[in-house]
């Protein structure tokens, strides 16, 4: 099944949905933190997949990120050790 376009955000643009900045978007996608990926050397987010993260959570997103990013550091350590 092919997505549109619509269902695509850019970097910038789940930055300014969360309310972080740019750089701790960078950061969340490079430890893991959120599902991303990159397309035409940019960072790519699906808009579903970010809106059933956010409902899965419960509380706030911003808060919960910081507290999931040390389990983000340890499955990828665990990943790349396997």
Do not use: C, H
């Amino acid at each position: 099944m092919i997505e549109s376009a619509q269902g695509i955000l850019t970097l910038e643009e789940v930055a300014s949905y969360l309310r972080v900045t740019n750089r701790t978007m960078y950061r969340f996608t490079q430890e893991g933190a959120v599902s991303a990926f990159k397309l035409g050397g940019t960072w790519q987010f699906w808009r579903d997949e970010l809106n059933q993260g956010i409902l899965a959570i419960g509380k706030p997103l911003r808060q919960n990120l910081e507290w999931l990013l040390p389990l983000a550091r340890r499955l990828r350590r665990r990943q790349q050790s396997a």
